[in-house]
């Protein structure tokens, strides 16, 4: 499926809608280039999941857990891993196969761990269509 978008707001509330319709043990892969929008989408993820913390990307500490909503979101940044296996350090199974969502934000940086089944989501960027369009496709 792809989706467009042609500002934040509208990337939000696409995370907005999807965060609304997730179950738990869902896995998202979020991948697109710096500032295409993958934690705008995260965020308004996690409005749809009832998070009211404030959402940041966690670049530099890879994960920050949210247990406010529905069901815990476990919103990951791998733009830093260098070594998948780094993130067995962290306990990442334990997130993937728990009873939250999983949103991993630079998902191929650690493909090989990431599940079957996994939402594949890419962000791009269409600078012919306006600084702001945003070309969502899931898979």
């Not at 509330?13 to 892969?29: A, Q």
């Not at 476990?74 to 949103?103: A, K, N, Q, S, T």
């Not at 090989?112 to 989501?121: D, F, Q, T, V």
Request: aromatic share 10%; hydrophobic share 35%; glycine share 12%.
């Amino acid at each position: 499926m792809v989706m467009e978008s042609y500002s934040a707001e509208e990337t939000f509330r696409l995370g907005e809608m999807t965060g609304g319709k997730l179950k738990p043990g869902t896995v998202i892969c979020l991948d697109g280039d710096l500032g295409a929008g993958k934690t705008v989408f995260v965020k308004g993820v996690a409005k749809g999941l009832g998070v009211t913390d404030t959402v940041c990307s966690p670049t530099f500490t890879i994960l920050q857990e949210y247990r406010d909503g529905r069901m815990p979101l476990y919103h990951f940044d791998v733009y830093r891993i260098e070594d998948p296996e780094e993130m067995y350090e962290i306990g990442f199974d334990d997130y993937l196969y728990g009873e939250g969502v999983c949103l991993i934000e630079w998902a191929k940086n650690v493909a090989e761990l990431i599940p079957e089944g996994a939402l594949k989501i890419t962000i791009t960027k269409d600078l012919d269509k306006g600084l702001s369009y945003r070309k969502i496709t899931i898979e």
